[in-house]
């Protein structure tokens, strides 16, 4: 198992492009979450899904979207980045019985 | 919501023992968490306890839970240099089985 994928790795991006950032597993959890950690700070929650087709916002929702077709991808979508979006963003996902929550490796996005 | 906090730095020499120490608000978190994170690194689950448990032991890590004071500690024997990091501590949210986060405790271990 591959676990928990996230592409890219870095991303250097211009105030109102726009972004996807991708996120994989391939240990069919139900529930999937994006985390945000800005320096010398804790994650905080973006979104979450606890299936496919079913989203629902965290505590910093506002300048990013989601979407859940299927069980394997939470793609996280920058609509105009603005530099307050600077930041290191981590997928997640959790399922079953196991409360672990395991983590992807991280995106590392600046937006100049 | 649920509010986590942490000291924000521990120093100790090698050898010695580590008390990382983490207070939480929402006494209905169900699970609660320790991860470490190295620098320019992803989050490495280091172990996690169960409400209904007072104490977790698990080779030089050992998780101490006071319910009635809503505090979580975590203690390294023999820390050792490799040990230096970032160590959050995390309350989860069973309704969506979320992770709020404290804003983590610097480890550095002197030699």
């Known amino acids: 198992n591959a676990g928990v994928t996230q592409t890219p790795k870095f991303r250097i991006l211009k105030i109102g492009q726009s972004m996807t950032l991708q996120c994989t597993q391939d240990?069919?959890?139900?529930?999937m979450y994006w985390y945000r950690q800005d320096p010398g700070m804790g994650l905080k929650l973006i979104y979450y899904?606890?299936?496919?087709?079913?989203?629902d916002k965290g505590e910093v929702p506002n300048g990013y979207n989601v979407s859940r077709s299927t069980t394997e991808d939470f793609p996280l979508r920058l609509e105009l980045a603005a530099p307050s979006q600077t930041s290191v963003y981590f997928c997640?996902?959790?399922?079953?019985?196991?409360?672990?929550?395991?983590f992807g490796p991280g995106t590392r996005l600046t937006v100049t | 919501g649920e509010d986590v906090e942490q000291s924000l730095f521990l120093s100790v020499r090698e050898g010695d023992s580590s008390v990382i120490n983490c207070t939480y608000t929402d006494s209905s978190s169900t699970y609660l968490y320790w991860y470490k994170q190295e620098p320019g690194a992803g989050l490495q689950l280091l172990t996690y306890?169960?409400?209904?448990?007072d104490m977790k032991q698990d080779q030089r890590l050992t998780v101490l839970l006071n319910k009635k004071d809503k505090h979580l500690s975590l203690r390294i024997a023999d820390t050792q240099t490799g040990d230096s990091a970032i160590y959050f501590c995390a309350a989860m949210d069973t309704g969506r089985r979320a992770l709020t986060f404290g804003s983590g405790t610097r480890l550095q271990v002197q030699p």
């Open positions: 899904s606890v299936g496919a087709g079913i989203t």
């Open positions: 240990m069919n959890h139900n529930y």
């Open positions: 306890i169960f409400s209904n448990m």
């Open positions: 997640a996902s959790s399922g079953g019985t196991n409360y672990e929550q395991y």
